[in-house]
């Protein structure tokens, strides 16, 4: 049951700025955004979460409209390594830590 | 500080067998939380727990339980095992107490189903 829309797959070119969009139309307001991604045979990797406010840490930057229905995870300067697939998601209020993974968008970087 | 760890990190059993995985959480990380991921489904959650307690629970069938531990750690039981339940078994941590805290995985345990 995500409730997140992403784009399959995406491509960015090394050393440019790669933007994820996500769609999360039906968000409420108390509900938060979170960011995780996914290396091929690793666990997710928490990037970055936000409620209303655009938020910036050492990995990413996420920025989030006014009407909260979609938001973007900014990779500033695209590596190799940060080929993966990214994971957009709002967690669902009242039920704890359960988290809805969505099929995420498929992030490669090109040399 | 470690992060969430897994063992064994590679598992094959046989139908009907039963099989136990374990998650040392965080340090100082209340709720542990176990997800399924296979190429069909992708990530689905299978339960949550809080304080020795379960306080979540996705839509598997029972052969599927957990505990936890009185210092957090968790382990997850399959009985009966099926060829279907061949996957990457993940737990994630995190502090459990609020809305909005991030969830922090492992590696994850492959369990494949002869």
């Known amino acids: 049951d995500a409730k997140t829309t992403q784009p399959t797959s995406m491509d960015c070119a090394e050393g440019r700025a790669a933007n994820l969009p996500c769609n999360h139309s039906?968000?409420?307001?108390?509900?938060?955004v979170y960011w995780y991604r996914q290396i091929h045979s690793q666990g997710p990797q928490y990037i970055i979460h936000g409620l209303k406010n655009n938020e910036t840490n050492e990995m990413a930057s996420l920025i989030i409209t006014e009407d909260r229905k979609s938001s973007t995870l900014i990779l500033p300067h695209a590596t190799l390594r940060d080929t993966a697939v990214y994971y957009c998601i709002v967690r669902v209020p009242n039920t704890g830590n359960q988290f809805y993974f969505g099929t995420g968008t498929s992030l490669t970087v090109i040399p | 500080k470690a992060g969430v760890t897994q063992t064994p990190r590679y598992l094959i059993k046989t139908r009907g067998q039963q099989v136990t995985l374990s998650c040392s959480p965080i340090?100082?990380?209340?709720?542990v939380s176990w997800y399924q991921q296979t190429p069909g489904q992708g990530l689905q959650f299978l339960f949550e727990y809080f304080s020795e307690t379960q306080r979540n629970k996705g839509n598997f069938p029972g052969r599927f339980s957990g505990r936890q531990f009185s210092n957090s750690r968790s382990e997850m039981n399959v009985s009966t095992l099926e060829l279907g339940d061949s996957a990457l078994y993940l737990c994630a941590s995190s502090l459990g107490g609020r809305v909005g805290q991030p969830q922090h995985f492992g590696d994850g345990t492959r369990l494949s189903i002869l």
């Open positions: 039906t968000i409420s307001g108390n509900e938060y």
């Open positions: 340090s100082g990380h209340r709720s």
